[in-house]
Each structure stands twice: as C-alpha cells, then as structure tokens.
C-alpha cells in the first residue's frame, strides 16, 4: 500500500524449488514444471480476479549465466512459451536473464527496505552482501570518493526518496558452489570425473557433485594424508582420526580467491549485513540461531572452518571447504579486518531478504 510514498511489505508469499532452473539444463520440459509448481502456489494467495492484471516476471540468475548460451536460451524459450498460457498479466520481456548488478542492487534494495533505512540518509543505509550458487554481490550506497569515481561499478537505485547511487559488483566464480567446483575439481582437470581433494577429509569416498549438468565424485586424499591423534580414556584406545590440514586446503582457496575478487575501499567502513549461503553455512555450524540469525565477526568463519576440518564427518563432505571459502572471502578477498562484525540474516521483520522484494519494487516503480 501507499501511503506518502512510505510502501509497507503488508504480506508475501516466498516460495522455492531445489535444484534451481539451471539444473535442468538437459531437460527443459522439468524445469518449466518447477516453475509452473510455483505459480499454482501464487494463484492460491492472490484472488482469482485479480490475475490479469498481476504482474509475473521470472528473472534467472548466475546458475544460468554460465550456461553455454543456446541451452539457456532454451530453457528460456521454453518458459516463455509457458508464459504465454499463463492466467497472469506478461509481456515479452517477463522472461530474461538478470544482470549481476541488477541481482546486487535488488538484494541491498530489500534488506535495507526491511530495516527501515531506505527513505533517509544514504549513509545510513547498510553493505549488502549476497553469496550465492555462481556468483557473489558486494552493494553499498557509495559515498566516499574512491567509490563514486569507480564510475563502471555505480549504478542509481530507486528509492522513496528518489535516486541513490550505489555501488555494486557482481564476481562470477566466487559462489559458493562455483568455488566448489573450480577449488576441488581443478576446473574439471581434463574431464576427469573422479577428483581428489586436500578441502576433503579422507574418509569420504566418490561423494556426488552436482554442477552445471555434469556429476563429479569427490574423494578426499588416500594417502600421506594429516592426522590428529585422538586422546584415549579408561575404556577407549586413543585413535589417528584423519583430518584436512586447514593451512594447506586454505592456502589454495585465498589463492583462488585472490585470483577472482575485488576489495572495495568503503566496504570496512559499512555495517555489513550477509545473507543466502553466508547465513546457511553460518547456521549449519551452529555460529547463529538457525532461525533468528544473528551477528558474529569474520573470524568466527575461520574458527568454525578449523573445527570442522578437523571433524571426520562424511555427512557434510564440504562443509571445510564452504566454511573456509566464506572465511576467505570475506577476510581475503574483501579485505574486511578479522573482528568486523557481519550481521546475518535470514528474514527481517518476517520477511525474506532476497534480491526478489527489491525486483518487485523496481516494476512498481516502472
């Protein structure tokens, strides 16, 4: 609703399918049902009435960007295709590949909107940090000089109040899953399909990776590989549990991180705040409340990572590298100081922080 151009999030529905579009890749037909599983959600929320003239817009993000172009393409088409039987209001440009940026912009949008920063002071408004499958968003309204006269990476983004500058940079490669697969499978060494890992810990054996169409089996080292000796009680012998050497598999990831990221000279200076996989994996090792968030420092990333690659855990085989990727990225890539503190967040005010409210308030705005 409007009320002095003041927009209130009065309610939402947020909905999701994994795997994402991208995945169907091969098989465009299931991709499309995913989609079409989405919308029967929508038209249970919104009245029947009103479909017509309900805007649907489906923006695709870096999973499809790396695609090779023609199989994006199709899964495109075949969307579009699908849109056209829709009940909801489309046009030719509902369907498109999101740029980086706009993906940036969107998400600092939302999470700034939802903690009431938006309608004032630029300079009160929060860094957004997004961490997602293919790439990694870095978003702050820009006001120092060293920002604004990095004038390809300043874009103006809507706000109440009018126009803000912000800047944003989009890294490709820098999602997590995108690390994932150029750190552990070596870019896809020469098609091998079955990779060794020093970010793996030894007992884990041909783990399953799923990454733009193609599955890789994960082992970790099977020889000469760390130990940690486990101390012994009255009724357990002590045991060498096998362990990944956190220096070694960090050392090749800051590389690989150096390799792909830009520091933005203002960034330290921001209250940050950090969402999609920097708020799972911080969950997951237990750094946040699962379902409340919270804040922590850079460095708790880098304690958890020693922690759990110290773990003999076939559970969670990249749970040493995730954590340890995310500490890098942030310390290493970034150049944030160790106790800068990252607030993380899932939901503000019970909702969503994601690129999709800030989406949705751009076609408002026309």
């Keep these: 609703m409007f009320c002095h151009m003041h927009l209130i999030l009065d309610k939402e529905l947020f909905a999701y399918s994994k795997p994402g579009l991208s995945s169907f890749?091969?098989?465009?037909?299931?991709?499309?049902?995913?989609?079409?599983?989405?919308?029967?959600?929508?038209?249970?929320?919104?009245?029947?009435?009103?479909?017509?003239?309900?805007?649907?817009?489906?923006?695709?993000?870096?999973?499809?960007?790396?695609?090779?172009?023609?199989?994006?393409?199709?899964?495109?088409?075949?969307?579009?295709?699908?849109?056209?039987?829709?009940?909801?209001?489309?046009?030719?440009?509902?369907?498109?590949?999101?740029?980086?940026?706009?993906?940036?912009?969107?998400?600092?949008?939302t999470v700034n909107f939802l903690l009431e920063r938006i309608g004032g002071d630029p300079s009160r408004t929060v860094a957004a940090l997004d961490l997602g499958g293919g790439s990694t968003q870095t978003t702050f309204a820009a006001t120092t000089p060293a920002s604004l006269k990095d004038t390809e990476h300043i874009h103006r983004a809507q706000s109440p109040r009018g126009l803000i500058q912000v800047y944003t940079r989009s890294m490709e490669g820098l999602g997590l899953m995108a690390a994932r697969y150029a750190v552990i499978t070596g870019?896809?060494?020469?098609?091998?399909?079955?990779?060794?890992?020093?970010?793996?810990?030894?007992?884990?054996?041909?783990?399953?990776f799923h990454y733009s169409g193609t599955d890789y089996y994960i082992s970790g080292l099977q020889e000469n590989y760390p130990k940690s000796h486990v101390k012994g009680s009255d009724i357990e012998i002590g045991e060498d549990v096998p362990i990944v050497s956190f220096s070694n598999c960090s050392e090749i990831i800051v590389k690989y991180?150096?390799?792909?990221?830009?520091?933005?000279?203002?960034?330290?200076?921001?209250?940050?705040?950090?969402?999609?996989?920097?708020?799972?994996?911080?969950?997951?090792?237990?750094?946040?409340?699962?379902?409340?968030?919270?804040?922590?420092?850079?460095?708790?990333?880098r304690t958890a990572a020693e922690k759990v690659c110290h773990d003999?855990?076939?559970?969670?085989?990249?749970?040493?590298?995730?954590?340890?990727?995310?500490?890098?990225?942030?310390?290493?890539?970034?150049?944030?100081?160790?106790?800068?503190?990252?607030?993380?967040?899932?939901?503000?005010?019970?909702?969503?922080?994601?690129?999709?409210?800030?989406?949705?308030?751009?076609?408002?705005?026309?």
């Design 312 to 366: 003999a855990n076939a559970d969670q085989p990249f749970m040493c590298f995730d954590l340890t990727f995310i500490w890098a990225l942030l310390e290493k890539g970034f150049n944030l100081n160790e106790n800068t503190k990252i607030y993380l967040y899932k939901k503000i005010n019970g909702h969503e922080t994601s690129w999709a409210l800030g989406a949705a308030y751009n076609m408002l705005r026309g």
């Design 187 to 208: 870019h896809g060494n020469g098609g091998n399909l079955n990779v060794t890992s020093e970010c793996v810990n030894p007992v884990v054996r041909g783990k399953k």
């Design 257 to 301: 991180v150096k390799s792909k990221a830009h520091a933005p000279e203002e960034l330290p200076l921001k209250t940050i705040v950090a969402f999609s996989y920097y708020y799972d994996r911080a969950a997951e090792a237990g750094l946040i409340d699962e379902s409340t968030g919270g804040q922590i420092k850079v460095k708790d990333f």
């Design 25 to 109: 890749a091969n098989n465009p037909e299931k991709g499309v049902a995913t989609i079409a599983n989405l919308i029967e959600k929508a038209k249970k929320e919104i009245p029947k009435q009103y479909w017509s003239q309900t805007p649907l817009i489906l923006k695709a993000t870096a999973g499809l960007r790396m695609l090779p172009p023609e199989k994006a393409n199709k899964l495109l088409d075949s969307v579009r295709e699908y849109f056209k039987k829709v009940a909801f209001q489309t046009n030719e440009k509902s369907v498109e590949i999101m740029e980086g940026t706009d993906e940036g912009i969107f998400s600092w949008f």
